[in-house]
């Protein structure tokens, strides 16, 4: 079964087409600058297993006229990945927000789409061009399946312990306010993936205490028990909870009316700030981007030694939090650029740690590429890196729905 996946951001559309019958991408790229008027003009990039990447520049006014050169590309003669639309099984898109209404993935129908556009007014920034890809993707292929797979859903079932803010209980009632947490698709790959490997390993991981930690240019750390997530770092909107590349992340809420008093900002001079010029890039005052800090950090750069200590320190805070509230702990996870990437990033969360069992292995961790246990021999914690496949997860969450909504006779 083949399985296309978009993610459509508000000038760009990725996508991959995943084969699930050997879990293999069979071709992949991204269209940017759709709409965007610049000299260097838009362009998309199409790469198979057979073939290296190549970009076709071209007029791309809107998501649809990117869809339809992708679906081109696709289907090439000469070096696409199919020979014709039929052979995609199922189109499985990113959401960002799903709210309460979207707990699982959803067959795409026009209620579907208009119950998203509702949802927009949670997460403005991303739900309109989600929905702009889905509407473009029905009218170039609309005899194809669609499925709306929410970044959110994976959180659905937190406790309300978890969710709610201790504001008064109407706001949660009449307009949302609570915490639903996002980079679903990211937590629930790694998280069941740590599961099969230790499985594999021989132990019985009903009930395992996972703390996953996606770092990348968003940030979020998730407690799961078993294959429950239990409490999550990202709140109503992506910017609470750990330090982000250029989100602020936890801080006294206060601040906020402070500094619209005293400065002058406006709602959308608070929400620029917290969202685009904190973080990382905030605290060095240089750069969002971990690889920089790291280097300029070594050189002697104060402030970016100082934004990685605190971008470290606050995802320890968590794990030792998300500890307790499982009552123990047995697997820390890292994944996301930084995550899979970063060894220093690694082995500073987890030093002061060891107390609650967690033990890297330096000599492991150091170089570490791919997907392993980094943990030192014996540790009772497993410290593990996992790659994140979000597509590969939306791919096989899209393929259950319509196995399951559009083939009901074959699950009788
Ligand atoms: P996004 O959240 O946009 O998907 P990524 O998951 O790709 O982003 O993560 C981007 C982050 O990963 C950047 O801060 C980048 O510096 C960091 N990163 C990538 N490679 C390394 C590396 N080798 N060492 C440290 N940080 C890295």
């Known amino acids: 079964m083949k399985i296309l996946v978009l993610n459509s951001g508000s000038s760009s559309l990725k996508y991959q087409l995943i084969d699930l019958d050997n879990n293999q991408v069979a071709a992949k790229g991204i269209a940017e600058r759709i709409g965007v008027r610049t000299a260097e003009g838009a362009s998309l990039t199409f790469q198979t ?14 998501h649809e006229e990117a869809m339809r050169l992708v679906f081109q590309a696709l289907t090439d003669p000469e070096d696409g990945a199919i020979r014709s639309i039929c052979e995609i099984s199922a189109v499985g898109h990113r959401v960002v927000h799903g709210g309460e209404r979207f707990v699982e993935p959803t067959l795409v129908t026009e209620e579907t789409l208009n119950e998203i556009d509702a949802m927009s007014e949670l997460a403005p920034l991303h739900n309109p ?3 702009a890809g889905i509407r473009a993707c029905r009218r170039v292929m609309p005899d194809v399946p669609q499925v709306a797979v929410f970044d959110t859903a994976f959180f659905a079932p937190i ?9 008064p209980y109407e706001l949660y009632e009449d307009f949302g306010v609570r915490r639903y947490g996002f980079h679903g698709a990211s937590h629930q790959y790694v998280s069941s993936r740590a599961r099969q490997l230790l499985r594999e390993g021989g132990r019985d991981v009903s ?13 979020s750390a998730s407690a ?3 294959d429950r997530p239990i409490d999550t770092s990202l709140g109503m909107t992506p910017a609470e909870g750990l330090v982000m590349g250029t989100r602020s992340g936890d801080m ?38 971990m690889r920089d800090i790291q280097s300029r950090a070594e050189a002697g750069d104060e402030r970016a030694a100082l934004a990685f200590e605190i971008f470290c320190y606050r995802v ?15 697997v820390v996870v890292f994944t996301g650029g930084i995550g899979e990437n970063s060894p220093d990033v690694r082995a500073a969360i987890c030093h002061g740690l060891e107390f609650a069992g967690v033990v890297i292995d330096r000599s492991k961790n150091d170089g570490f590429r791919g997907e392993g246990d980094v943990s030192a021999e014996g540790a009772r914690v497993r410290v593990m890196v996992i790659p994140t496949d979000e597509e590969m997860m939306i791919a096989r969450e899209t393929a259950e729905v319509v196995t399951r909504l559009l083939e009901p006779a074959a699950h009788n």
């Open 49 to 62: 297993n057979e073939r290296p990447a190549r970009t076709i520049s071209a007029d791309m006014p809107d």
């Open 129 to 131: 061009p989600n929905l």
């Open 159 to 167: 406790p309300k312990r978890a969710y709610i803010y201790a504001l």
């Open 207 to 219: 009930g395992i205490r996972i703390v996953s930690c996606h770092l990348g240019n968003g940030c």
């Open 224 to 226: 799961v028990v078993g």
């Open 252 to 289: 006294d809420p206060a601040i906020i009316p402070f500094l619209m008093r005293r400065t002058g900002m406006t709602p959308d001079d608070i929400d620029d700030l917290i969202n685009k010029k904190s973080g990382l890039l905030g605290i060095s005052g240089t750069s969002s981007d």
């Open 316 to 330: 320890r805070k968590y794990i030792g939090a998300y500890a307790a509230a499982m009552g123990g702990l047995d």
